[in-house]
């Protein structure tokens, strides 16, 4: 039986050594700390985890870690994201095969693919696997928009019933849940409580590698207890580690906001360096300030 996903769900960060080196029993140790924390889903090997900095080996150690230290307890999605249609299924079936919940796709990212092309890709996809896939939309990397009315003929294809939606408009996940309905079940991609109160029922985020605890409760207050305000305060409070997160400090960011709570997530893979000293002293800042700290 598959998992309803619903929820907050980290897009995980990738720890190297001191080498550079993925370093496996640093993973374990944080998916670990984050079903701990009341995390509601992981998936590794997302554009935070640097899934296309690291070698296929690489990849699936991190998918095989993630997938046995929870060992059921909250559901991992493996992002499978290839220019190739044929090596996304590949992909998607060595995820399937390892006992992945589901997988998350981005579009090809190259290629620019017209909007037959894309349904094309995903119902290959979804017809060679049996796990649920997540579309992923995010036109700032991908090079393609998967707009609401596409959205809407994607949700028609067996077994694509997810959508990380990553743009800045809310009006998004309305246009989604209006056109699709219970076909698609969106997941904020960006904006984690906007989309809460528009009808997502789920976010896909970067800031709940630091803070999942926080960053679930969100969602259980609006999506759970109805209490928006209390939700909005929340929100608010934790916006500045959202937003030192946020754009190109995706990757170096959360993993200077680790280290300075005492994870050792190491640096970033080239092209993408670590943070310029007065950055880093920063989210050293804004880890004394909210008394984030990391221990199992």
């Given amino acids: 039986m598959t998992k ?6 980290t897009v995980m960060i990738t720890p190297l050594d001191s080498n550079g080196a993925v370093d496996l029993k640093a993973m374990a140790s944080f998916t670990e700390w984050q079903v701990r924390q009341g995390i509601h889903g992981l998936i590794p090997l997302g554009s935070t985890g640097e899934f296309l900095s690291l070698s296929e080996e690489e990849r699936d150690g991190v998918a095989h870690t993630v997938i046995e230290t929870v060992a059921g307890r909250v559901p991992v999605l493996i992002g499978t994201g290839a220019e190739d249609t044929r090596e996304c299924v590949r992909l998607s079936l060595k995820a399937e095969q390892m006992g992945a919940d589901g997988v998350m796709i981005i ?4 290629s620019t693919p017209t909007d037959d092309e894309l349904v094309h890709h995903y119902k290959t996809v979804a017809a060679a696997i049996s796990i649920p896939i997540m579309v992923y939309n995010n036109p700032a990397t991908a090079n393609v928009d998967l707009k609401p ?6 949700a028609e294809i067996k077994g694509c019933d997810y959508i990380k939606e990553s743009t800045l408009e809310v009006t998004r996940v309305r246009d989604i849940i209006r056109l699709a309905g219970d076909d698609m079940t969106v997941f904020g991609g960006i904006l984690g409580f906007e989309s809460f109160v528009m009808g ?4 896909v985020a970067v ?5 999942p605890g926080p960053m679930a409760r ?4 609006v999506a759970d207890e109805k209490k928006f305000d209390e939700a909005r305060a929340l929100y608010l409070k934790w916006l500045p580690v959202i937003q030192a997160v946020g ?4 990757v170096a960011g959360s993993k200077s906001l680790l280290t300075h709570m005492g994870f050792a997530a190491g640096t970033p893979r080239p092209p993408r360096l670590p943070l310029p000293e007065q950055q880093d002293a920063a989210m050293k800042k804004l880890v004394s300030d909210f008394g984030l700290t990391f221990s199992l």
Avoid: C
């Avoid at 309803?4 to 769900?9: A, D, E, N, Q």
């Fill in 218 to 221: 969100i969602f259980e207050l």
């Fill in 200 to 203: 997502a029922q789920g976010w």
């Fill in 207 to 211: 800031a709940s590698n630091v803070a």
């Fill in 107 to 110: 579009p090809p990212f190259y």
């Fill in 4 to 9: 309803k996903f619903r929820g907050v769900y």
């Fill in 149 to 154: 009315e596409l959205v809407k003929r994607i």
């Fill in 247 to 250: 754009g190109q400090a995706y």
